[in-house]
C-alpha cells in the first residue's frame, strides 16, 4: 500500500515539475483515493511518511515535497561501475527504441538497483525517462554526446560532493568533485595549505570525473563556473560546437631562441627550453607531465602531421599503448597526450622560420581528406575557393567563432568550436581539422646555421649607444635626472615583427620598467604582455607604457627602464578589468588604450608585435 502511495505522489510531481508544497500534493493524492489519509495518518503524517516511507522522493526546503533519485545514471556498455545502466539511445528514444521499452528492464547490472528500489518496475518507459531526468547522468569518452537529441536539463554536469565536505568523509568509489564547497564557490578564507579540503581541481580523482564528463577541454576557472552555474554537459558541448571555445595552450609553446642557441631568459622563461621545436608528452597517474623518448616524439610527430592517421600504437614502459590523435589520448581514454610546438606563423609574435606552419583540411568522406589551397584559386581546372588556408588559421588564432566563404556558388561556414564545415541551408556537416607542417630536424637545425651574420633573422645586438643616440634618449627625457649608462639594443626579428605594424600608423617613444637584468632577452623576445608589473596595470591587462621615465622607474625593481618605439594608432581610455581594446562605435576595434583620451600620458598595448624596444637606460 505504501508503494502505491509513493507511486501517486511520484506521478503528481512529476507533472508539476519535481517539487511541490506538501499540503496541495497530498491533498491531490487523497482525493485520487481516500484510503491513503488513513496509512499517511498511522505514519505520524505526511513528512514523517515520506521520511521512513518513500524511496525516491524526500522533504525539501519550505516544507516542500521533492523528487531524489539517489543513484547515477551510465550510457556505457559493458560498465560495471554500479549505475543504473541504459543503451547508447538513451535518453532520445526512449519511446520509439525497441531495445529500451524490451531489455532496460532486463539488464542484469540493474538487477540491484531494482531491488533495492521496486517502484521503478512499476513505471513505464515514458515514466521512467521523465524521472532520470532529476539525476546525473555518467557520459564516458567513448560514447558520443547526443547533441541534437538532449535537452538541455538532461545531462547535468557533476557538483561537488557532500560527502567529502561532511565529518565522515567520502567512502569509496565517487562520481562528483572531491573539492572544498567553500572554495568552489569562492567563499573559502583559508588558503590551499591550511584548509581542511582540496582546492585542487586538477587532483587525478577531479580530472578523471571531467573526463567521464565527455572529456571536455576547459581550464579550472571555467570548470569551477560550470560547476557554480549548475550547467548541463549538453549545454556546455552545445557551446562548444556554436562557439570558439578554445583554449589556446600558451603554456605548450617551446621557446626559439633556445632552439637558436642560449635564452637570455633563462630560468625565468614562460616557455618551455626543449632542443626540438616540437615534442609530445604523456600524462601520468599522478597527474604529472612526463616525456616520450626522442624517437617516439619523431614518429608521433610524423604521424599526427597525416590527418589520415587517427591512432599510432607506440611502446611505453615496455607496453603497447594506442594513441588517439582526434581526443588526444591513449590507453582508451585514461591518459591524455599534448603536443608541445614553438609559436605559430601567424600568431600574435613573429618567431622567424622556427615557428610551427599549420595547415587546414577538410573531410570529403570517411577518412579522405582534402586540403585547403594555400591561395585563392581561380576556377579554371578547381572549383573557385575564396578561402586560403591562412585565412583560417588567422580566423582561428584570432579567437574568431565562424569563418565564411564561398566555393564556387555556394556559401559555406566554418564552426571553429566543433571543427565542423557546413554549406548554408544544408544539413550536410563535413569535418575539418588544423595540423602542423612536418618538418626534419636537419631542416631545423640548418635554420640557425650562421646566426652571428648580421643579416641572419635570428641576429641579435647590444651594445653601447652612439653619441646620436644618447642624445636621442636625453630629448625624450622629461625630468632633469640624468642616466650614467645607456644601452642600445636590437634584433633582426623584432624590427621584422615591428614592421608589420608599422605601414603608416603614428608611432611614440614611450618608457617601459626593466625586466629582469638580462639585456639579450629584451632583444630576443621583446615585451611581452605579463612583462608589465602588476600594481602599474591600472588601466587594462595589457603592457603599460608611459611618456614620463619617472612613471616607468616608479615600478621598477631597478634604476633601469626600456625605451621603446610603440605604433599607437587609435585609442580610447582602458579599465582596469580589460583583457583588450573595446570596440568603436562603427565596429572596428581601437589599437590600445590610454589614461587620459585627451592627454594621455599612460598607453596599454595588447599586441606585443607594436612594441619595439630600442635602448636600455640606467640611472
Not at 333 to 347: A, E, K, L, W
Amino acid at each position: 500500500m505504501a508503494e502505491e502511495v509513493e507511486l501517486d505522489l511520484l506521478v503528481s510531481l512529476l507533472d508539476v515539475g519535481g517539487k511541490q508544497h506538501v499540503l496541495q500534493l497530498f491533498n491531490r493524492v487523497y482525493g485520487q483515493n481516500k484510503q491513503y489519509f488513513k496509512l499517511v495518518a498511522g505514519a505520524g503524517g505526511p513528512l514523517l511518511f515520506v521520511d521512513n516511507h518513500c524511496s525516491l522522493i524526500k522533504r525539501g526546503k519550505e516544507n516542500r515535497i521533492v523528487i531524489s533519485v539517489p543513484f547515477m545514471v551510465c550510457r556505457d556498455e559493458d560498465c560495471k561501475c554500479g549505475a543504473f545502466h541504459v543503451c547508447t539511445h538513451w535518453p532520445s528514444k526512449i519511446s520509439t527504441c525497441k531495445t529500451c521499452r524490451q531489455n532496460i528492464s532486463k539488464n542484469p547490472d540493474n538487477a540491484v538497483i531494482y531491488k533495492k528500489y521496486p517502484l521503478l518496475q512499476k513505471l513505464s518507459p515514458i515514466l521512467l525517462k521523465r524521472l532520470l531526468k532529476y539525476t546525473k547522468f555518467i557520459i564516458r569518452p567513448e560514447t558520443p554526446i547526443l547533441f541534437e537529441k538532449c535537452t538541455p536539463d538532461q545531462l547535468r554536469f557533476p557538483q561537488v560532493c557532500e560527502y567529502y565536505n561532511s565529518d565522515t568523509g567520502c567512502l569509496g568509489p565517487c562520481l562528483f568533485f572531491h573539492l572544498c564547497k567553500k572554495f568552489a564557490s569562492g567563499h573559502c578564507k583559508n588558503f590551499d595549505a591550511s584548509c581542511s579540503h582540496s582546492h585542487d581541481m586538477n587532483s587525478k580523482h577531479n580530472r578523471k570525473i571531467v573526463d567521464t564528463c565527455g572529456g571536455l577541454r576547459m581550464d579550472s576557472k571555467a570548470l569551477l563556473q560550470v560547476i557554480n552555474s549548475q550547467t548541463s554537459v549538453t549545454a556546455i558541448a552545445m557551446n562548444m560546437l556554436q562557439n570558439d571555445t578554445k583554449i589556446h595552450n600558451h603554456d605548450c609553446e617551446i621557446c626559439v631562441w633556445n632552439l637558436v642557441g642560449k635564452c637570455g631568459k633563462s630560468d625565468s622563461c614562460p616557455f618551455h627550453h626543449i632542443n626540438l621545436p616540437f615534442w609530445w608528452q604523456y600524462m601520468t597517474e599522478d597527474a604529472t607531465w612526463d616525456n616520450w623518448d626522442r624517437d617516439s616524439v619523431l614518429i608521433l610527430e610524423k604521424a599526427y602531421c597525416n590527418p589520415i592517421i587517427r591512432t599510432v600504437e607506440i611502446k611505453i614502459n615496455g607496453s603497447i599503448a594506442i594513441i588517439d590523435f582526434p581526443t588526444m589520448t591513449m590507453m582508451d581514454g585514461d591518459f591524455r597526450i599534448r603536443r608541445m610546438s614553438t609559436g605559430p606563423v601567424h600568431g600574435g609574435r613573429h618567431l622567424g622560420s622556427l615557428a610551427t606552419a599549420y595547415h587546414w583540411h577538410w573531410e570529403e568522406m570517411d577518412n579522405v581528406w582534402h586540403e585547403f589551397p594555400s591561395c585563392v584559386t581561380q576556377g579554371k581546372h578547381t572549383p573557385q575557393l575564396e578561402l586560403p588556408s591562412h585565412v583560417i588559421e588567422t580566423a582561428y588564432l584570432n579567437g574568431s567563432e565562424k569563418q565564411h566563404f564561398k566555393i564556387s556558388d555556394s556559401d559555406f561556414v566554418l564552426l571553429f568550436g566543433g571543427m565542423q564545415m557546413k554549406e548554408d541551408n544544408c544539413r550536410n556537416i563535413r569535418k575539418i581539422c588544423r595540423r602542423p607542417i612536418h618538418r626534419s630536424v636537419p631542416r631545423c637545425a640548418g635554420i640557425v646555421t650562421g646566426k652571428e651574420d648580421p643579416d641572419h633573422e635570428y641576429h641579435t645586438c647590444v651594445r653601447e649607444a652612439t653619441k646620436d643616440e644618447q642624445e636621442f634618449v636625453m630629448s625624450c627625457l622629461k625630468s632633469d635626472e640624468t642616466p650614467t649608462k645607456i644601452q642600445s639594443v636590437s634584433s633582426n626579428l623584432l624590427d621584422k615583427q615591428f614592421s608589420k605594424r608599422l605601414k603608416e600608423n603614428k608611432t611614440l617613444h614611450l618608457f617601459h620598467p626593466a625586466v629582469g637584468t638580462d639585456l639579450t632577452a629584451v632583444a630576443q623576445h621583446g615585451l611581452l604582455l605579463n612583462d608589465t608589473p602588476p600594481l602599474m596595470k591600472k588601466y587594462g591587462t595589457g603592457l603599460h607604457l608611459a611618456r614620463d621615465e619617472s612613471y616607468a622607474l616608479h615600478f621598477s625593481q631597478s634604476r633601469d627602464i626600456v625605451l621603446c618605439e610603440v605604433v599607437v594608432a587609435n585609442y580610447c581610455r582602458g579599465k582596469p578589468g580589460d583583457t583588450k581594446p573595446p570596440v568603436s562605435e562603427d565596429g572596428s576595434p581601437y589599437q590600445s588604450c590610454v589614461n587620459n583620451v585627451a592627454d594621455p600620458e599612460v598607453f596599454v598595448l595588447y599586441d606585443v608585435m607594436c612594441v619595439r624596444p630600442k635602448f636600455w637606460v640606467t640611472f
